[in-house]
Nanobody, 114 residues
Framework: VQLVESGGGLVRARGSLRLSCAAS????????MGWYRQAPGKQRMFVAG???????SYSEAVKGRFTISRDNAKNTVYLQMNSLKPEDTAVYYC?????????WGQGTQVTVSS
């Protein structure tokens, strides 16, 4: 299974970005897809996730500003990020949990300038 992320970049505060994560390979069952982020010198933290049943969760830091969505036909998950803040600056990683394993993308850099 491969996860390919895209959509990161440099944006000013209060701007928007949309991240995409496309999964490919032998995927028999996707139980969860989500996003984590890791700022320099900090641990990787949960941002948002969506289960197979469609249950969605967000971290408190992004609730109300970020929206996660999924296209099952394309095995793709999106993260719409609005009202970005400098503290959102991090490498964003896609995560997929199947019935048998967990996978990570290579990460995409998001930088928010003040």
């Amino acid at each position: 299974v491969q996860l390919v992320e895209s959509g990161g970049g440099l944006v000013r505060a209060r701007g928007s970005l949309r991240l995409s994560c496309a999964a490919s390979g032998s995927i028999f069952s996707i139980n969860f897809m989500g996003w984590y982020r890791q700022a320099p010198g900090k641990q990787r933290m949960f941002v948002a996730g969506i289960t197979r049943e469609g249950s969605i969760s967000y971290s408190e830091a992004v609730k109300g500003r970020f929206t996660i969505s999924r296209d099952n036909a394309k095995n793709t998950v999106y993260l719409q990020m609005n009202s970005l803040k400098p503290e959102d600056t991090a490498v964003y990683y896609c995560n997929l949990i199947s019935a048998s394993n967990a996978y990570w993308g290579q990460g995409t850099q998001v930088t928010v300038s003040s």
